[in-house]
């Protein structure tokens, strides 16, 4: 059988015990001068061996405080040591802290056990107040330092199981961001897929009109339709490469919203909205820059405006819920949402966090800009902001350039 390895610490607590002990032994500092041993180098043989002991506290903690007590015992009979008792409290201390759980649980009780019946026995020996005495000394030595371990084990015990809850908290907030963008990423690939499905199957039918059709006329428009929709395919294709399918077998096809259903959707807000107390201003200045958007771009527009506005409607205080889109001298398309930030009256409907993950990843693949928080407002109060700005790239280029 190979004896686990004393702990470093433990060496030089033992090496510390055995040193000051000497060091009173050779001034002839003892605990008693009655002493039914009465050789001097007696007293070593008890501190040697709780050094020892000391050494073991945290390997063998159980064996530790087993062979401690007899040390301690035996320390009674000769002149005494006050080193090798207070040794012998950290070896109850740390049996308590490092041993099994059966054992944490059992020293307490037993050593207060100990300490009551010697108490008791001395008071019937001798009926004086020393045996009380005698008792707290008892109580001192074994009692104190194993509730003091058990409390600190507890406390340990705590905040272990405090530290795991929050790694399994944070594994599972991981988890949860993981998936919200993955089927984000899945809605999207689904929606594309059918803008693309449709964008061929414009080609395949303008395609098989020119080839049926012996007209010069019809032959031109069929072709111009089809270098159109081959142009805005193959952009759409583009932003579509890195993107995940789901796995799940929904194959249905999904209707691909544009921002010219934005003033439908604001209608069905405000009707929700408006036992809120909410009420919803779209202010759309993009016909001053004109120019048609790439379908994801839209897409993404609209999927914002739509998960601000559920935002709005679930946490939103009474007010103005402003939804503004805007075109940039660089063509690119700017949607902001604002909302009241406070506490909204009345049950308040609970979120995960899935839908700003949700935006923010829709603009990160179009390689946009996104920011979400609480802004000051003109009234001193605070509101909710949502800021995007998409990119729309130029979408009548050759198609041979998206690959460059």
């Known amino acids: ?138 109580g001192m030595v074994s009692f104190l330092p194993a509730v003091t371990g058990a409390v600190v084990r507890n406390h340990r015990q705590a905040a272990d199981a405090a530290r795991l809850r929050a790694e399994q908290t944070a594994l599972l907030a991981e988890m949860d961001r993981t998936q919200a963008v993955v089927a984000e990423r899945a809605r999207m690939a689904r929606e594309l897929h059918d803008m693309v499905a449709n964008h061929l199957s414009a080609i395949a039918i303008h395609s098989t009109a020119a080839l049926s059709i012996d007209d010069p006329g019809t032959t031109r428009q069929a072709l111009t339709v089809i270098r159109e929709n081959s142009v805005e395919g193959l952009a759409e294709m583009r932003r579509l490469i890195g993107l995940l399918r789901d796995s799940s077998g929904d194959t249905e096809p999904a209707a691909a919203p544009t921002l010219d259903g934005l003033e439908a959707l604001l209608a069905q807000a405000r009707t929700n909205g408006a036992s809120s107390g909410l009420d919803l201003v779209l202010d759309d200045t993009r016909e001053a820059n004109g120019g048609r958007l790439p379908a994801p771009v839209e897409l993404a527009a609209y999927r914002i405006v739509q998960e601000s506005l559920t935002n709005a409607l679930k946490h939103a205080a009474p007010g103005e819920v402003r939804v503004e889109l805007g075109r940039r001298p660089d063509g690119a398309l700017t949607v902001g949402v604002t909302s009241p930030f406070g506490g909204q009256p009345g049950p308040r409907a609970p979120g995960s966090g899935a839908g700003l993950v949700g935006m923010r990843e829709r603009v990160a693949l179009l390689d946009g800009e996104f920011e979400a928080g609480p802004l000051p407002a003109d009234d001193g109060g605070k509101v909710w902001h949502v800021r995007a700005v998409l990119p729309v790239g130029t979408s009548d280029k050759e198609p041979q350039a998206w690959f460059g």
């Open 1 to 138: 059988m190979t004896l686990p390895r004393p702990h470093r610490h433990d060496l030089l607590i033992a090496a510390g015990g055995l040193a000051i002990g000497l060091l009173m032994w050779s001034f002839g500092l003892h605990t008693q001068n009655d002493a039914l041993v009465t050789a001097r180098w007696a007293t070593l043989v008890p501190l040697a061996v709780m050094a020892a002991m000391e050494s073991l506290r945290r390997s063998l903690p159980q064996t530790a405080l087993a062979v401690g007590t007899l040390a301690l015992v035996a320390d009674q009979f000769t002149h005494g040591s006050l080193v090798t008792a207070l040794m012998f409290t950290d070896v109850v201390y740390a049996a308590v802290v490092y041993g099994s759980p059966a054992a944490a649980r059992r020293i307490p009780y037993t050593t207060g056990l100990i300490t009551i019946g010697v108490t008791i026995g001395f008071l019937v020996w001798w009926q004086n107040a020393i045996a009380l005495l005698v008792g707290l000394v008892t």
